[in-house]
């Protein structure tokens, strides 16, 4: 039986969310990291590599149907839904023999794992008032690097001490426990027995009255025709393909083009998603100083998107440096970069649009952000073999400075934006 009165339960049901997306980004990473040894096993070339990549993309560009049927049927049985699907089908990947295959269940996989961002700004967006969301967003973000950072360790062990599909049949039950603890635990505010009177006030009355949820079903087609999604969904666009390079290319780009073996992967890989943890706090502290010096919300976050898309010039020198060490910082300070910004502009979705709108408005510019993933993998698939990496580090550099001028010039803050913070 659930414990009564939880002090501070808001926080404990974002780690709830966090340990969610841990999982959810481990069972997506597997796949990198198993590439080397699998891509051997079933004499794979980069460019059907690129293929399987490119099926999850085109999977989890479904997010807006994920997010939409989140905020018809609600959180709690929407999410355990996909997360039992996305274990499920993980579980599957060790029957696979041949790419098409693997590419199949990527595609499902990734429209599964496609309610990751949806789910979690919904969460954000129900249990925190507006001056704690970006923190709220940061943690339940940091999943996303922990997931990739924990995939190199494990999934290596299971390599070597089984082979590369019992890694799959390992992160996919991992997943099947969160979809316990998730329906165990999780409740809305209004119906959670162990919330206090007073943090339900707290959490309502921080709230934008201006963003309350309608009785309305959220309208697509209405969202489509908002700048604000433009503003959102252009900038995931571009910024987007860094997390997938990184998640999906980055072991590949070291076994390949720096001679890491396994082991050394197992030892390195992780590194940059510890630093991308950092940017997922990093980004949300710098927006609360700023509010603190009387800078509005919205300008606060575009001015952090753009610290972190100044930042990101660095991983265009990361194929150029002779030192492979040299090479792994400047992925650590992408990495952080890319957290610090992207993290900024996901919570952007629960600032400019109505609660039971955020699921559908993030899984919206969540088929944007993949479509770039998509387009940016299958390029780097394509041409990898005679140009290298290095003009595609470089484009990962700029696009980010075009982002942030995209963002700057199409949000515009809601009437009622929340005060300052004091």
């Known amino acids: ?92 990947h060790s029957l696979a023999g041949n790419w098409q295959g693997l590419a199949m269940l990527r595609g499902l996989l990734g429209f599964a794992e496609g309610v990751a961002h949806p789910g979690g700004l919904k969460v954000v967006a129900e249990w925190f008032p507006a001056k704690e969301r970006g923190l709220a967003g940061g943690i339940y973000n940091i999943g996303a690097s922990l997931g990739s950072m924990l995939a190199p360790p494990l999934v290596v062990w299971a390599i070597l001490y089984y082979d590369w599909r019992a890694a799959f049949v390992i992160t996919g039950v991992i997943a099947l426990v969160w979809v316990v603890l998730w329906l165990l635990f999780y409740q809305s505010p ?13 959490i309502r009355d921080g709230q934008e009255r201006h963003l309350e949820a309608t009785a309305a079903r959220p309208s697509p087609l209405k969202i489509l025709v908002q700048r604000n ?49 950092i940017g997922c706090l990093f980004g949300p502290a710098v927006v609360l100083w700023l509010q603190k010096r009387g800078i509005g919300l919205i300008d606060a976050r575009r001015w952090v998107f753009t610290l972190g898309a100044v930042l990101m010039t660095g991983i265009m020198f990361v194929g150029w440096v002779k030192s492979p060490f040299v090479a792994i910082g400047l992925l650590c300070l992408g990495a952080f970069a890319h957290q610090t910004l992207s993290v900024t502009v996901i919570t952007l979705s629960s600032d400019l649009f109505r609660k039971n709108e ?17 387009l940016f993998s299958l390029a780097i698939g394509a041409l990898v ?8 580090f470089v484009m990962l550099g700029l696009l980010d400075l075009i982002a942030a001028v995209v963002l700057w010039t199409l949000v515009r803050a809601p009437k009622a934006e929340p005060e300052p913070a004091t």
């Open 229 to 277: 999604f433009w503003g959102i969904a252009l900038p995931r666009f571009l910024a987007d393909p860094t997390w997938g390079t990184l998640t999906f290319w980055m072991p590949l780009y070291l076994s390949t083009a720096r001679g890491f073996d396994l082991k050394e992967i197992a030892l390195f890989a992780w590194l940059p998603f510890v630093f991308a943890d």
């Open 1 to 92: 039986m659930m414990l009564k009165r939880i002090g501070h339960l808001r926080w404990w049901i974002i780690a709830l969310v966090m340990l969610g997306t841990i999982i959810n980004y481990l069972t997506r990473s597997t796949l990198s990291v198993a590439a080397p040894t699998l891509t051997q096993e079933l004499s794979l070339t980069p460019q059907q590599y690129s293929y399987i990549t490119s099926a999850f993309q085109l999977g989890i560009m479904m997010q807006p149907i994920a997010g939409y049927i989140l905020d018809l049927i609600r959180l709690r049985i929407g999410f355990a839904l996909f997360a039992t699907a996305w274990g499920i089908i993980t579980i599957a």
């Open 358 to 374: 955020v699921g559908t408005v993030t899984g919206m510019a969540g088929t944007f952000a993949n479509l770039g993933v998509l």
């Open 385 to 392: 073999s005679t140009i290298g990496y290095e003009p595609f």
């Open 190 to 202: 209004e119906k959670h027995k162990s919330i206090s009177d007073g943090e339900r006030s707290y």
